[in-house]
């Protein structure tokens, strides 16, 4: 089995971190608070919560849901479907969806959040 990794936006501050932890609903197994390096739990809410693909891009890097990753020139962003309950890569140009298996065939260039100008 994968490991399961996140990491979070802060949407207040504008931050990235790695949480130290994420604590569930049992019965629901969605999340309801975060624990992030320096502070106490907070609620999920101030938190964009972004889910390791189980993937690396071709120099090793994790790539995660709301990342860019360049394939042969093109600029894709890391998007979970509902609907197929997997992962996909959406052009920013508007070419058609693909499967996130090309994904270890390119190169992380930074994320919806911090990567301006794109």
Known sequence: ?????????????????????ISFDIQSCTPFAVSIPGKSWEPVEKYELLQWTGMQDEDGTDIYASDLVLIDYEIYKVNWNDHQGAFELISLKGAPPMEASALPTGKVIGNIYETENL
């Open 1 to 21: 089995m994968k490991e399961l990794k996140f990491r979070v936006w802060n949407k207040v501050s504008k931050k990235m971190h790695n949480p130290q932890a």
